[in-house]
């Protein structure tokens, strides 16, 4: 990632999510904001129902925003967009799916899966063209053109992955959401994925925004990581920052709790637990601060004093 | 490895499943000692037959699965004359056993619940069959248990139901079932796994709080070596149907044998280097529909021996504690080097002592 000029890919502003209506009114996401820089690995990480999920989706506008507004290189794309942009947007934004046993037509041939989206956006586009396009998207994920006539369920997990993959990559898009896509896989598969991965982003020059619980492997594959609990962004920073300096108490307690490969650390770790209750926010309302060069945190006055005396160290 | 008790024994077990009208070979003569009070992880990619093989310890291998041959001796009863597991068939024989004397803490606790029926009926249940408490007593009892395993106001908790928790305070209740009969050995499959990261290090805790208290000896099944470092004395890595390497957790960490562990070692995000590509495993594991030949593993091996696709190897001893199944350890094989990390890991610790295992 080229430190001058970057360029900002997608822009999320004041984001709010809402389900329900009325008194089963509940907001899953309130007032997120960041950018994604062209070309980097954006990691969002929370626990299950931090909204983490919800963000990927609005932002590939399967969830509506009930507020805010969301910036795909400078054109907005949520609410009422004109047909061009939808289009261009459909094609150019991706997502790669968490379970790939549940993400895969079990009723269609992997060349139709793989197919669908162009299909959709190039119906012009001639059969032979297509067949050429699919069996070239099915190389690059690493898997043999002839597997174009089987349905999902003859392959294993990592391979049916790799059809997920091979379906977003046929879009030739920009940017690609990953929803938690290695955690349904076994250890030895998973680093063929992550490899994939980090593969097709230098050769295609990809930006992801790489959704996971997992903070090793986030640690591995993402340039700036942002922290979500409870529909809130607590933390964002540069990856190695992030895990050298956690300032929330949240991120300390996520960080604290990854379990290293390493019975020595293991034995001689230190859990912290996060009590939300420790903040006392009724009188002093936590504001969003960059408290040093690129790393953002949440907090009170108070809470922010302690935070750069911590920092100062 | 003086003074310790052998409580469970596993003798040349073979375990065979029926599907679609072929034989398939899970566990392939697995031979392993479960000592008292230890905590031994089972580690191992899905298929790699760890759950079967616990399964075995507690009758609940599915109705096509059958034991071939082999013997699962537990000396919990009766340290002279054990009792051969593998030979039991019916409920009624299996009765003495399960629960009492072994018990299970299954994956997933959105599953394994009743969601029909309140937490303290459901820990009642067990008290009713294992300890013959009843009314008043059994109540009283359950709450204790369920404060015991942590759930925080257990007077009002015992009358919900589980949709009313949480899913790390359903795994807590879920290990208060587990506890209510007094298990001696307690298996959890992969306890954790559905749980999130903060959840999971309390839930680990606790079971290594009740693993001392009540003196248990436990076994973990997961494929998360981040688990297995956090909790296991000894660790037995399983693949496609057989134990590959076996020894305390500093040993597999540290001064790991087989090819296999190193790849699944080298193959975690925490070890490697960012902007390098990660080792990966090529390939995927054997069938075992067909006969495997040979070390299982070699296939996917990039530095195979010949006689890695011929002859399977036998176990070689590293320490008293340490020994894995790989011809590379055979004085007549030519030296291999290890992954380059895996190397880093072992000067680190050079001076360590092998043979003892503490928990």
């Known amino acids: 990632m080229a430190e001058q000029a970057r360029e900002v890919l997608l822009q999320v502003r004041d984001m709010e999510v ?17 950018d994604i820089f062209k070309g980097e690995t954006f990691g969002l990480v929370g626990e299950s129902g931090s909204g983490k999920t919800t963000i990927g989706r609005a932002i590939i506008r399967i969830n509506p925003i009930s507020r805010g507004e969301v910036f795909f290189k400078g054109q907005r794309i949520n609410g ?15 997502m790669i799916f968490q379970d790939p046993m549940a993400s895969l037509n079990e009723r269609a041939k992997v060349d139709y899966i793989v197919a669908e989206g162009l299909i959709n956006v190039h119906p012009e586009m001639s059969r032979a063209k297509r067949e050429e396009q699919v069996s070239e998207a099915l190389s690059e994920v690493g898997l043999l053109p002839e597997f174009a006539s089987r349905f999902p369920h003859e392959f294993s997990g990592g391979q049916r992955q790799r059809i997920g993959i091979a379906r977003s990559l046929i879009m030739e898009p920009q940017f690609i959401i990953a929803d938690e896509p290695i955690s349904a896989l076994d250890v030895s598969i998973r680093a063929q994925v992550l490899n994939l991965l980090s593969k097709l982003q230098k050769e295609r020059g990809l930006t992801y925004l790489f959704i996971a619980h997992d903070l090793s492997v986030m640690r591995f594959i993402c340039d700036r990581i942002a922290v979500i609990r409870t529909g809130t962004i607590v933390e964002l920073a540069k990856t190695e920052k992030l895990f050298e300096h956690p300032l929330h108490p949240y991120t300390r307690a996520l960080l604290s709790a990854i379990p290293m490969p390493d019975p020595d650390s293991e034995r001689t770790k230190v859990l912290e637990i996060y009590d939300p209750t420790r903040h006392q926010y009724e ?29 100062a160290k | 490895m003086e003074n310790k008790e052998i409580i469970l024994s596993v003798r040349d077990l073979n375990v065979k499943f029926s599907l679609r009208g ?54 919990g009863m009766d340290p002279q004359h054990p009792v051969d597991l593998a030979k039991l068939k019916t409920d009624e024989e299996w009765r003495d056993i399960r629960g009492k004397h072994v018990a299970m803490v299954m994956q997933d606790p959105m599953t394994s619940l009743n969601p029909l029926k309140t937490i303290g009926w459901q820990i009642g249940e067990a008290l009713k069959l294992h300890q013959n408490l009843r009314g008043e007593a059994a109540r009283k009892k359950a709450i204790d248990i369920l404060s015991d395993v942590g759930i ?7 009358s919900q139901y589980p949709h009313e928790f949480s899913g790390g305070m359903r795994q807590r209740v879920v290990i208060a ?77 540290y001064d790991p ?29 054997p069938n075992l529909f067909h006969p495997n030949r040979g070390d299982a593993f070699a296939a996917r091996n990039p530095q195979a021996l010949k006689i890695d696709f011929l002859h399977r190897p036998p176990y070689f001893e590293i320490s008293a504690t340490h020994k894995a199944r790989t011809w590379l350890l055979d004085p007549r094989a030519p ?7 895996i190397k880093n890991i072992r000067n680190i610790r050079k001076n360590m002592t092998g043979g003892q295992c503490n928990g």
């Open chain 1, 80 to 94: 009422k967009i004109s047909r061009a942009l939808d289009k261009s947007v459909t094609q150019s934004i991706q």
């Open chain 2, 177 to 253: 079932i587990a506890m209510a009969c007094n298990p001696r050995i307690l298996v959890c499959d992969e306890p954790t796994t559905a749980l999130d990261v903060t959840i999971q290090a309390q839930i680990l805790h606790l079971i290594k709080e009740l693993k001392e208290k009540y003196a248990l000896t436990t076994i973990y099944i997961t494929h998360d070596l981040g688990v297995v470092a956090n909790v296991a004395d000894r660790i037995a890595v399983m693949y496609a149907g057989d134990i590959v390497e076996v020894g305390c957790a500093d040993e597999v960490f």
């Open chain 2, 335 to 341: 030296k291999v080097d290890p992954p380059e990390h």
């Open chain 1, 18 to 34: 809402t389900f329900g209506k009325g008194r089963k009114k509940f907001v899953a996401v309130k007032g997120v904001s960041f």
């Open chain 2, 257 to 285: 044998r087989h090819p296999y562990t190193w790849a699944l070692l080298s193959s975690l995000p925490q070890l490697g280097i960012k902007g390098r590509d990660l080792y990966s495993i090529k390939g995927t594991p």
């Open chain 1, 283 to 311: 009188n002093d309302p936590p504001v969003w601060v960059e408290i040093e060069p690129e790393h953002f945190v949440l907090g009170n006055e108070q809470e922010l004093a302690d935070y750069r005396a911590r920092l």
């Open chain 2, 22 to 75: 072929k034989v398939l070979h899970a566990i392939r003569g697995i031979g392993m000692d479960l000592y008292k009070g230890e905590s031994l992880a089972i580690v191992g990619e899905s298929g790699s037959g760890k759950s079967v093989l616990t399964k075995n310890f507690i009758g609940l291998l599915d109705n096509n699965g059958w034991i071939d041959s082999g013997e699962i001796l537990y000396y």
């Open chain 2, 152 to 158: 925080p106001e257990p007077e009002r908790r015992y």
